[in-house]
């Protein structure tokens, strides 16, 4: 038997314990075994539902919450199939808005890198992105589409499964809205006309802030699992026909500062 | 995540100092001794380089080549100030074990001794432009070739690791002074940046503020 702060445990007991911290830890299997084997007293099924409670009600809230966040001073209407360009995004499959350059800033946590970006629309739903130091050495080279993701190269530190998934998303999100084809949920602002928000299944649920008077996506409000969700902000104050975008990632101290430039 | 930082990094110095296909119209080199004394004890003369560099970025992705400008220094013993001018601003000076990366908003230091690999490639840098190839030699296979006005080495990484990144970096020396006059990085798709280094001036008096990292 051993003795670890809370209650004492053996193969068959109790299984709430506190670490060196002191935070309370237990171990889900063991729990449900003692139980269904009727080994364990009142005591212990008390403290684990009361746990496992305070967690579902948490976790019920947190949802609740941040849903309504999402759609705060807005008014649905309806729903209907919305075309691309409605969406008036970043990088578009024709004209002037084919190719852009950004330099871009990563920050995580306490690191920080820059280089630049190319993201092209190589046909009408793959988007390539690509980013290089500033000596043109190549970092990665990722062909987006809506429903397909391929690493056309990759250094190694970043081939990680959870790094590339952040990465599919995120570009997604920024240059890879949808192909027109789907009927979305539209929101209306009840204080400004010109604001329209759509809500997208992009990267989990998306809202695509729209400005109708001025033309352009400001904003996109994500929400996904288990990554997290992101916030988006697209900036066309500087004149460029390419906005500022900043990301910031939920959950992890990630954040993306895209500046666009000409070649 | 982390890792990735310290790979960015190291990638910016490689980048620094890339062969698109073919060496065109050079042959084997006839004295590969012969040359590497001359390139010894030319680049032993040159106390310090300063030169303007073109730098062409050819991606599978786009038809043009992505074209970059700037300025490029190099004093001895152990110092590189390689300032890009256009499109954008951005500065990288290597002063001994420090490392300092500038872009218009953002300075980074990096201390090499706490980073292995990181030394290594400084290390390697350095001996290009020393001219001593016998710290590349460790770490590349070397073929040599020659035309009538360039010396030609090609480099393939003998380290599997590098060659994830790297395919072959070939350099050419012009044969009048023995200094860089090009260097080819090709990575392994075939996407590959081209350094032109034009009008050099050896032994000029550059101040050591150029090179100056606090």
Redesign the interface.
Known sequence: MKNLGLISINEDSVHFLKDEQGLTMFDFRSICTSIFKNRCSLFDIHFFFRFFFQILISIILALVLTSCGATKGLRTEDKRVVQRSELYPVIDTQGEKKEAWF?I?IQ??K??????L?V?Q?SDSVT?V?F????????F?FAISPHDFKV??C????KKKK?LRIFEKDFRLMFCPYTGHDALKIYYSKNDTAIVVYKLKNSGTSYYWINRQKKTLYKIDNRSFPIGGARIYFDYTGGNKFPKIILKQKGIK?RFELEP??? | ?????????L??L???I?QAGAQPKMKKMADVNGFKTNLLSSTQKAKSIECDFI?K?F?E??EEP???KGIFCFKRENFVR?E?LS??K?LIIINNDKVLVK????T?VIDTRTNKLFKELTDMMMSCFKGNLQVIEKKYSIQYFEDEKNYMTHLVPLDK?AG??LKNIDMYFDKNDMTISKLI?V???N?Y?EYVFINKKLNSAIPDEKFRIN
């Not at chain 1, 690191?111 to 630049?116: A, I, Y």
């Open positions: 330099n800033s995580f946590y690191n920080e890198n820059s280089g630049q190319l092209k190589t390539r690509l290089t130091t500033p000596f043109g050495f190549k970092i080279d056309l190269s250094i190694d530190p970043l790094t990630l430039f000409v070649r | 995540m982390i890792k990735f930082f310290r790979y960015l990094l990638l910016l490689i980048g620094g890339q730098q970025k991606l992705v786009l992505v074209v970059s390689w890009y499109p954008i951005y872009d218009e908003k953002k980074n690791n994830t990144y990085i990575e392994p798709s996407d940046t």
